[in-house]
C-alpha cells in the first residue's frame, strides 16, 4: 500500500514543465547546499520595487511550472504591492520528488525535504540578504502546489519561524502513507504559539487523497493553532484544472 501510493504520487507529479525563458530575471545565480553539496539555480524576477516600500517575497517551488502562472495572476490582480519571487529549483533535471518529500521510500531519490529547507535558511537566505534582495522587513511567503505543496506544509511543522504565510495548493499530503500528519503532531507542542498565515486550497474535482489531507489539515490548524491565521478555498477543476485559481486567490490573501 505505502509503496503504490508513493509510485502513484511520482507518476501523476512527474509532470512536463512549462519553461520560462522569456522571462527574464532580475537576478540569477547558482548556490550550493552546504548541508548536502547538491547544486541549485536561483531565479529573482520583481515586480513594483521600491527603496520605501516593504517588499513581498514569496519563495517559489516548482518555478519553471509556476513563474509564468504567479506572474500573469499578480498582473491579473492589479496590486501595486512590491513583489520579489525567488524561484529555486535544483541544477540536475528531475530531483523535484528528491528536494519536496520529508521521507524516504525505497529510494534515496525522495525524503530530503529537511535538507532543502535547510539550505534555504542557511545558505540562501543569507545570500539574498548579501545582495540586499530581501531584509529584516520583507514578508516572506513560501509557495507549492502538489508535492510542492506537501513540501509547504512540511516547513510549516519543521521550519515554522522562517515564512510569514505558507500557502499549500493541493497539498500531497498522502505521500508515506500521510506521513506527514504524524510529523505534525510531533511537532505540534513546540510550533503551537508561531503567529504565521497559512493558506489551504483544492480543487473540487481532485481525489480523495488529495481532498482528504487538505480536510484534515484545516481541522487541525483550526483545532490546534490560535495563532495561525488560517484561509482556506476550494475551486472548481481538477489537479492541474484549478491551479491558476488558486494561485489568485493565494496571492489576493497575501497582497491585499
Partial sequence: MRQSIAILGIMAFLISSCKTEDIEPNQRFDLTNSLN????????????????????VIFLLDVDDLLPVVLDEYKAIASTRPLVI???????DGKRVRDYTPTEI????SGKADE???????????ELASRQIIDSTSIRSVLGHSLGGLA????FTSYNSMFDNYIA????LFWDDYVFFKLENDARDSILQTKCKVFLG???????????????????????????????????????GSRRKLINRSLKNILE
Fill in 37 to 56: 553539496g547538491f547544486q541549485y539555480e536561483v531565479c529573482v524576477v520583481e515586480r513594483n520595487v521600491n527603496e520605501n516600500a516593504i517588499k513581498n
Fill in 86 to 92: 525567488i524561484g529555486v529549483k535544483s541544477k540536475e
Fill in 106 to 109: 525505497d529510494s534515496e531519490e
Fill in 116 to 126: 532543502f529547507f535547510g539550505f534555504i535558511e542557511q545558505d540562501l537566505i543569507p
Fill in 152 to 155: 509547504t506544509c512540511f516547513a
Fill in 169 to 172: 495548493l493541493s497539498p500531497a
Fill in 202 to 240: 483544492v480543487g473540487e474535482n481532485e481525489d480523495f487523497g488529495m481532498t482528504n489531507g487538505f480536510s484534515y489539515f484545516a481541522d487541525i490548524i483550526e483545532t490546534y493553532y490560535s495563532s495561525v491565521e488560517l484561509s482556506t478555498t476550494k475551486e472548481k477543476g481538477s489537479h492541474l
